[in-house]
């Protein structure tokens, strides 16, 4: 099979909640040569990849020009970028989040580069509902791309309803390592505490608030055990979103008994899941319009190493969990609803290993990793079929 050289665009490689994006550049086929082009580093011992081009490596004089142009607006991409994808003759250009999509189409058009643009959330909820400039981009964006891929069938609407022809969306599921997830279903006796999970950075889509107060309403009737992996990030509104879960945190039956682990390592975090009962998840549509736009990783991960997944009816989530089927889905910010299908799972502790194993076989069939970095490389070459 002939190679193809695809370049990754995404400005910093990689942030620790961003395992997802590393699987995807890793779960290409070997037919498929990636190189990763960013403008700084951080975490390349959990995050390495064979062919990456920092700009925070370049000299001194490279990236003062580099902010210049910018500064400028001589140009929105980086020239940088325009060097590595003709250095490699790369026939595809990969922007990850539909902002980078934009200010790279310039090094597409400039390289002679197909440009494919992946949506993943934010991009495609939050921008657009906040400002009407990005509403234009994104139709000049959709205008000039090859391909624009969505995580699942509800986001895949949403690109459509924001101006891009339904020829140019793909669903292209985010893919997770089901050999280093082992499958095992969580059990229950009825009498120690029913460990819940939550595991989120503090922002308002991520619904932890919600967790918690209805973990709160579950512990006046049950013995609960709550733990939170997650913290706030620096913004302003994060740092609020804290106030809000520590507030929640303080109210009820569990105060002073929520035990915080701060951010935590995917390793770590999978070390907690197996050591709990239940995930609880229940994403919103935040006040300033963010969303999952899909469905969280971490949901698919926990749910597919056997662990029941409390969540809402929200972005992608149904698509992945079936309500009392593999899962259990609540309304958005509906307290009573998630506190109602905790105590579902404690009274129906005998269900748990039929709904993980419901969710593993959904799982294995549509987000294995490998199976969807062929899916992936499969869309590349169609790009560039005669």
């Given at each position: 099979m002939t190679p193809i050289t695809v370049v990754h665009s995404y400005p910093v490689w990689l942030p620790l909640t961003q395992t997802w994006m590393h699987n995807l550049v890793r779960s290409l086929p070997p037919a498929i040569e990636s190189h990763v082009v960013c403008e700084r580093t951080e975490n390349l011992t959990a995050f390495g990849v064979p062919h990456l081009h920092s700009l925070a490596q370049e000299p001194a004089w490279r990236r003062w020009e580099e902010r210049v142009a910018r500064r400028l607006r001589?140009?929105?991409?980086?020239?940088?970028?325009?060097?590595?994808?003709?250095?490699?003759?790369?026939?595809?250009?990969?922007?990850?989040?539909?902002?980078?999509?934009?200010?790279?189409?310039?090094?597409?058009?400039?390289?002679?580069?197909?440009?494919?643009?992946?949506?993943?959330?934010?991009?495609?909820?939050?921008?657009?509902?906040?400002?009407?400039?990005?509403?234009?981009?994104?139709?000049?964006?959709?205008?000039?791309?090859?391909?624009?891929?969505?995580?699942?069938?509800?986001?895949?609407?949403?690109?459509?309803?924001?101006?891009?022809?339904?020829?140019?969306?793909?669903?292209?599921?985010?893919?997770?390592?089901?050999?280093?997830?082992?499958?095992?279903?969580?059990?229950?006796?009825?009498?120690?505490?029913?460990?819940l999970l939550v595991a989120a950075t503090f922002r308002e889509k991520k619904g932890v608030p919600y967790a918690i107060?209805?973990?709160?309403?579950?512990?006046?009737?049950?013995?609960?055990?709550?733990?939170?992996?997650?913290?706030?990030?620096?913004?302003?509104?994060?740092?609020?979103?804290?106030?809000?879960?520590?507030?929640?945190?303080?109210?009820?039956?569990?105060?002073?008994?929520?035990?915080?682990?701060?951010?935590?390592s995917h390793a770590r975090l999978m070390e907690e899941a197996y050591r709990h009962h239940v995930f609880v998840t229940p994403s919103v549509t935040a006040s300033d319009g963010d969303t999952e736009g899909g469905c969280p990783v971490g949901l698919i991960e926990l749910a597919a190493s056997g662990m029941p997944v409390v969540s809402s009816r929200h972005g992608d989530i149904p698509d992945v969990l079936s309500d009392r089927v593999s899962g259990l889905l609540a309304t958005e910010r509906s307290v009573p609803e998630i506190t109602a299908a905790i105590r579902w799972l404690a009274a129906h502790h005998n269900q748990w290993a039929a709904l993980a194993g419901q969710a593993r076989a959904h799982i294995e069939s549509h987000h294995d990793l490998p199976t969807q970095g062929r899916a992936l490389a499969e869309r590349y070459r169609a790009l560039l079929a005669p």
């Amino acid at each position: 099979m002939t190679p193809i050289t695809v370049v990754h665009s995404y400005p910093v490689w990689l942030p620790l909640t961003q395992t997802w994006m590393h699987n995807l550049v890793r779960s290409l086929p070997p037919a498929i040569e990636s190189h990763v082009v960013c403008e700084r580093t951080e975490n390349l011992t959990a995050f390495g990849v064979p062919h990456l081009h920092s700009l925070a490596q370049e000299p001194a004089w490279r990236r003062w020009e580099e902010r210049v142009a910018r500064r400028l607006r001589w140009r929105t991409h980086l020239g940088f970028l325009v060097r590595v994808l003709r250095g490699t003759h790369a026939p595809i250009l990969h922007s990850h989040f539909g902002t980078m999509g934009w200010f790279n189409l310039g090094a597409a058009r400039r390289a002679g580069a197909r440009h494919v643009v992946t949506f993943y959330g934010a991009d495609i909820s939050q921008v657009p509902h906040a400002s009407p400039l990005w509403r234009a981009r994104y139709l000049e964006l959709f205008a000039q791309v090859d391909a624009v891929l969505c995580e699942g069938p509800h986001m895949a609407a949403c690109a459509v309803a924001l101006g891009c022809s339904e020829g140019k969306v793909h669903v292209q599921r985010l893919g997770v390592a089901l050999d280093a997830l082992p499958f095992r279903p969580r059990a229950w006796d009825g009498q120690g505490p029913l460990r819940l999970l939550v595991a989120a950075t503090f922002r308002e889509k991520k619904g932890v608030p919600y967790a918690i107060a209805a973990a709160q309403e579950a512990a006046r009737a049950l013995p609960i055990a709550l733990t939170v992996i997650g913290d706030a990030a620096s913004e302003p509104a994060s740092q609020q979103e804290k106030a809000r879960v520590l507030a929640a945190a303080a109210d009820g039956p569990l105060a002073g008994k929520v035990v915080f682990l701060g951010f935590q390592s995917h390793a770590r975090l999978m070390e907690e899941a197996y050591r709990h009962h239940v995930f609880v998840t229940p994403s919103v549509t935040a006040s300033d319009g963010d969303t999952e736009g899909g469905c969280p990783v971490g949901l698919i991960e926990l749910a597919a190493s056997g662990m029941p997944v409390v969540s809402s009816r929200h972005g992608d989530i149904p698509d992945v969990l079936s309500d009392r089927v593999s899962g259990l889905l609540a309304t958005e910010r509906s307290v009573p609803e998630i506190t109602a299908a905790i105590r579902w799972l404690a009274a129906h502790h005998n269900q748990w290993a039929a709904l993980a194993g419901q969710a593993r076989a959904h799982i294995e069939s549509h987000h294995d990793l490998p199976t969807q970095g062929r899916a992936l490389a499969e869309r590349y070459r169609a790009l560039l079929a005669p």
